[in-house]
């Protein structure tokens, strides 16, 4: 079977799956299961531009995700006007002195020459303008917390709408992979891993701590939507009228009418990044991006800046991540900081990349669907087979008892399972790099 076959019949096998649990579940769990599919092939993809494309080792994927959530917040939700009023200036003022504190260290470094007057210079010029921003931040966030603090207890937003938070998620994520890239790229790979990851954890712990801003663990629940809510469905003519016309129930309907509708929003992102991913990829700048990431002392000596390439391409996929991150909390309708878990959920986009075939745009995106597929549904799927090799012992059969209440934990074994049967018998992934 040639390649491009074989690469339709494992997407048409997907496709197959899905109306499997559309047809023994329900159409709500397989949409359901599609959504966050098309969402983890976007991130997938992002860490696909970063591994595949340059070998940059990111395990800080959730923490770029987090900030595309962020995004959500700060672009969509409404403005609290009492605590815009008792800390709005504050904050402005806080964010300038940081500003002023950073620049000034920058353009101390750069202006002095090298010795122990620049050190206790910039050492000065940091821990002054920490205490100087601290003292005006502190007092301002507990002024905007006590607002309100049961209903709202933050700033709010701009009440925009929430498909523009895409976008800005993903400049967000963008602008903190700057950041990160010019600290940690130099750092050899597994270095690089190490500092991605404790980054991500920051960004995490920032989020669940600074109230004012995104109410920590108390959540940010009711954001706005793209797409039409079900109650609103339901009491449209139009709508019934095409329930009627289907044969459905209006209820039932209008919720596959809304997860419809965010499926052709998703699919739009997604073949969107893919078609630019795989211009970029086929591009002189991919075939550069390959090369350094093959050979680093050799595309140097041909006069590449190896660094500054690492920083591009780290950004661009961070800006993948950031914009899927964005779509996950429009998804959920809310933004829950405690739900990013950095190691657990970083450990599965990796496996997506892996098992699709790193270096590979589309082998990154059947990965996603693959691995998500499997972690939604292992546990049905575990539940049944347990069932199956049961259905000959007693009904209070003790291993009989132990084994079907075990299928609730069959995922991280379904995962193992299916790395080592890809890394058996297809090394390089599903779908692997040409």
């Not at 967000?172 to 891993?193: H, N, P």
């Not at 090369?291 to 961070?318: P, T």
Request: aromatic letters at 8%.
């Amino acid at each position: 079977m040639s390649r491009p076959a074989k690469n339709i019949l494992m997407f048409a096998l997907m496709a197959v799956l899905f109306i499997l649990v559309g047809q023994m579940q329900s159409w709500n769990v397989a949409l359901s299961i599609f959504n966050l599919c098309l969402i983890s092939s976007i991130m997938a993809l992002g860490v696909n531009i970063q591994w595949g494309y340059a070998g940059l080792f990111n395990v800080g994927v959730m923490g770029f995700a987090a900030l595309g959530g962020l995004a959500t917040v700060l672009i969509s939700t409404r403005p609290e006007p009492e605590a815009l009023a008792a800390g709005g200036v504050g904050i402005l003022l806080s964010a300038i002195l940081g500003i002023l504190t950073v620049g000034s260290a920058i353009f101390t470094y750069k202006r002095l020459p090298k010795g122990n007057l620049r050190t206790l210079l910039m050492l000065v010029i940091i821990i002054g303008g920490l205490f100087l921003t601290r003292s005006v931040f502190g007092p301002t966030t507990s002024a905007i917390e006590k607002v309100n603090a049961a209903r709202a207890g933050n700033i709010g937003g701009l009440g925009l709408p929430i498909l523009l938070a895409w976008p800005f998620g993903g400049l967000l994520a963008g602008c903190a992979a700057w950041v990160v890239g010019k600290i940690a790229l130099g750092l050899r790979s597994d270095y690089l891993a190490i500092a991605t990851l404790g980054i991500s954890e920051i960004i995490v712990a920032i989020l669940k701590q600074e109230d004012w801003m995104t109410r920590g663990v108390k959540n940010i629940s009711g954001l706005a939507r793209p797409v039409p809510y079900e109650i609103n469905l339901q009491k449209s003519p139009w709508f019934l009228d095409l329930a009627t016309t289907l044969g459905a129930d209006p209820v039932t309907f209008s919720s596959i009418f809304v997860k419809l509708c965010y499926a052709i929003l998703f699919s739009m992102v997604l073949l969107a990044i893919l078609w630019l991913s795989e211009k970029a990829l086929k591009s002189p700048w991919g075939r550069m991006m390959r090369a350094i990431r093959d050979n680093e002392v050799s595309a140097s000596a041909m006069g590449k800046d190896i660094k500054a390439r690492h920083l591009q391409v780290f950004i661009l996929g961070s800006v993948v991540v950031g914009i899927a991150g964005a779509m996950l909390t429009t998804l959920d309708g809310q933004l829950t900081p405690s739900a990013y878990q950095p190691l657990r959920f970083t450990f599965l986009i990796w496996v997506m990349v892996i098992v699709g075939g790193s270096g590979n745009n589309w082998g990154a995106v059947l990965g996603g669907f693959v691995i998500w597929f499997f972690w939604i549904e292992a546990e049905p799927i575990g539940l049944w087979l347990m069932q199956v090799i049961t259905s000959g012992m007693a009904e209070d059969n003790a291993l009989r008892s132990h084994l079907i209440e075990s299928a609730a934990h069959m995922r991280l074994m379904t995962m193992g399972a299916i790395l080592l049967l890809v890394l058996r018998f297809s090394p390089k992934g599903l779908i692997p790099e040409r």
